[in-house]
C-alpha cells in the first residue's frame, strides 16, 4: 500500500502552556533539515542540546533534539523531535520553521498511519495508541496499553495461522483428487473446524469485554414524571447532577453522566418524563427522551412503588410498552421503596415483569437511601456480561467485535453445511471468507477508506 513520502510535522503536545512542548517530524532523509535547524549534524538517539535557529540565524527556541534514524523509529522513517518551552507562540514559531525548511503539517494520525504502512505495528497495535492516549481510568489505560504490546493481536495471529492451515489441507485435498482419500469423511476436517470455533468463541467473549472496557454501556433512566428518575441519577454518580423537585415535569432535557462500577464505564442519561402533555418544552425533552431510549444498551424504567407495588406492563403504560424496541433491553426499577414498606432485592423470574412469554427483571429499591443499588450494579454487570476480572484482557473497537461475530457465524454455517452437504469447494470458499474478515482487524486485509476513517480519529502528531 502506497503513501506520500512528504516530510511531516505536528506539535505533538497538548494545546495550552506547560513547561516542554514538543514538535514532532518524520519523513525521508531529515539529516538537512537538521543541519539547517541547529547548524550541525547530530549523533542518533542522543539528547542533543542546541539553540533552533531560523532563516536568518536568529533563534526561535532552544531546547533538545532526539534523531531517530530510519527504520528505527516508531514510523519507520527518519525521525525527528524537538522539544522547546511549552508555550502556544514558541510551539507555533518553531512549527513554522520546520514547515520553512519543507515539511507540511501533518494530518490527524498520520505518523501512526506511517508506523502502520511501514510495518512497525499492526491496526490493532496502532488503534490501542489512539485508545491508551484517550483512556479515563487506569484500567482503560492498562488494557490499551496490552493492545499496544500486541496482545489482541498475538491472539488474532494464532487464529488465523490455524485457519490458513485448515484451509491449505482443505484446498489441497480438492486439487489433488487422484489420492483417492475421502478428507472430508474422516473426521479431521470437521474436527479442526469445531477447534477453530471453540478458539473464536474466546475470542469474541473477549473482545467483547474489550469493547465494554473501551466504549462502555449506555444506561436510559426512563418513566412517568416524580418516579425517582433523577434522584436515582444523583444517587448512582455520587452528586446532585439533576435537579430534584416534587413537582412534575422538572427534568425537560437530557443530562448525562459517567460512572465506574467495578472498572466497567457506565454512561447514563437521565431523561424527561414522559407523559401526555401539551407543553411544547416538555414534548421536545420527551422527543429527545424517545430517541435515547431508542439507542440504549439498557433501559431502566422507574416504577414509583408507593403508588403501585407490583409491574405489570400493559398496565403500567401499554402506549410506552408498545412503542420499546428491543423489549429484552429493558429492566423494571420498582423506586421509593421507604415509602412503600417493601423490602430491597431482585425478583426471581416467577416474579418478574412478563408480557406473553417474555420475562423482565423488577429490581425494588430507594434512590433517596440508596437501598438496593448494590443489587441494580450487580444487575448492569450482569446484563453487559462483565466479568468483574481484566486479567490478561485488552481494549477492543466495535468493528473488531462486528469482524469477530461476523467470522463466528460464518463459520458456525460453514461446520453444518460440512455436516449435512460434504462439500469441500463450499468449505474452502467459507475458509478464505473468514481470513479475510479477521484479517481485517489487524490490516492485512483493509480498504484505504477504512484507513482513512481510523486514522483521522487520531490526534494531530501521533
Request: aromatic share 6%; with cysteine; charged share 20%.
Given at each position: 500500500m502506497g503513501y506520500d513520502t512528504d516530510v511531516i510535522a505536528a506539535i505533538a503536545t497538548a494545546p495550552g502552556r506547560g513547561g516542554i512542548g514538543i514538535?514532532?517530524?518524520?519523513?525521508?532523509?531529515?539529516?538537512?533539515?537538521?543541519?539547517?535547524?541547529?547548524?550541525?549534524?547530530?549523533?542518533?538517539?542522543?539528547?542533543?542540546?542546541?539553540a533552533f535557529r531560523d532563516g536568518l540565524g536568529g533563534v526561535v527556541d532552544q531546547g533538545l533534539t532526539l534523531f531517530f534514524p530510519a527504520p528505527k523509529s516508531f514510523t519507520g522513517e527518519d525521525v525527528v523531535e524537538l522539544h522547546g518551552h511549552g508555550g502556544p507562540v514558541v510551539m507555533d514559531a518553531l512549527l513554522a520553521r520546520v514547515i520553512e525548511l519543507g515539511a507540511r503539517v501533518a494530518r490527524p494520525g498520520e505518523f501512526s498511519e506511517r508506523a502502520f504502512l511501514n510495518g512497525k505495528l499492526d491496526l490493532a497495535q496502532a488503534e490501542g495508541i489512539a485508545d491508551l492516549i484517550a483512556a479515563d481510568s487506569t484500567?482503560?489505560?492498562?488494557?490499551?496499553?496490552?493492545?499496544?504490546?500486541?496482545?489482541?493481536?498475538?491472539?488474532i495471529h494464532v487464529f488465523i495461522e490455524a485457519l490458513v492451515r485448515l484451509r491449505v489441507y482443505v484446498e489441497a485435498a480438492i486439487d489433488f483428487p487422484?489420492?483417492?482419500?475421502?478428507?472430508?469423511s474422516e473426521g479431521r476436517v470437521g474436527e479442526s473446524l469445531d477447534d477453530l470455533i471453540q478458539t473464536l468463541d474466546?475470542?469474541?467473549?473477549?473482545?467483547?469485554?474489550?469493547?465494554?472496557?473501551?466504549?462502555?454501556?449506555?444506561?436510559?433512566?426512563a418513566g412517568k414524571p416524580n418516579a425517582g428518575k433523577s434522584s436515582l441519577l444523583n444517587k448512582l454518580?455520587?452528586?446532585?447532577?439533576?435537579?430534584?423537585?416534587?413537582i412534575p415535569g422538572t427534568t425537560r432535557d437530557l443530562l448525562r453522566e459517567r460512572i465506574d462500577i467495578d472498572g466497567m464505564p457506565l454512561h447514563i442519561v437521565d431523561t424527561a418524563g414522559l407523559r401526555d402533555s401539551a407543553d411544547e418544552v416538555e414534548q421536545e425533552g420527551m422527543r429527545r427522551a424517545w430517541e435515547e431510549i431508542e439507542r440504549a444498551d439498557r433501559v431502566l424504567f422507574v416504577v414509583d412503588s408507593s403508588e403501585s407495588r407490583s409491574v405489570v406492563p400493559e398496565q403500567i403504560w401499554p402506549a410506552f410498552f408498545a412503542r420499546l424496541p428491543g423489549r429484552h433491553n429493558l429492566t423494571f426499577l420498582l423506586n421509593k421503596i421507604d415509602l412503600s414498606s417493601l423490602s430491597a432485592g431482585q425478583d426471581s423470574t416467577p416474579g418478574s415483569a412478563t408480557a406473553g412469554s417474555e420475562t423482565y427483571p423488577v429490581l425494588r429499591l430507594s434512590a433517596t437511601t440508596g437501598a438496593g443499588l448494590d443489587h441494580l450494579r450487580q444487575h448492569l454487570k450482569?446484563?453487559?456480561?462483565?466479568?468483574?476480572?481484566?486479567?490478561?484482557?485488552f481494549t477492543a473497537r466495535r468493528r473488531h467485535l462486528e469482524a469477530l461475530i461476523s467470522t463466528q457465524r460464518l463459520l458456525r454455517d460453514a461446520a453444518r453445511q460440512l455436516r449435512a452437504a460434504q462439500q469441500g469447494e463450499l468449505l474452502a470458499a467459507d475458509l478464505l471468507q473468514a481470513q479475510r474478515l479477521v484479517g481485517q482487524i489487524t490490516g492485512e486485509f483493509t480498504s484505504?477508506?477504512?484507513?482513512?476513517?481510523?486514522?483521522?480519529?487520531?490526534?494531530?502528531?501521533?
Open positions: 514538535v514532532r517530524v518524520s519523513g525521508p532523509n531529515l539529516v538537512p533539515l537538521l543541519e539547517q535547524l541547529v547548524g550541525t549534524t547530530i549523533p542518533p538517539r542522543q539528547a542533543y542540546y542546541s484500567l482503560a489505560a492498562r488494557n490499551a496499553l496490552r493492545t499496544l504490546q500486541g496482545a489482541f493481536s498475538q491472539r487422484e489420492e483417492d482419500i475421502d478428507f472430508l474466546s475470542l469474541v467473549a473477549d473482545a467483547g469485554q474489550g469493547v465494554l472496557l473501551q466504549e462502555g454501556m449506555t444506561v436510559v433512566i454518580s455520587g452528586r446532585d447532577s439533576a435537579i430534584v423537585t416534587s450482569a446484563c453487559m456480561g462483565y466479568r468483574g476480572t481484566t486479567e490478561g484482557l484505504d477508506d477504512l484507513l482513512g476513517e481510523i486514522f483521522s480519529t487520531f490526534c494531530v502528531g501521533k
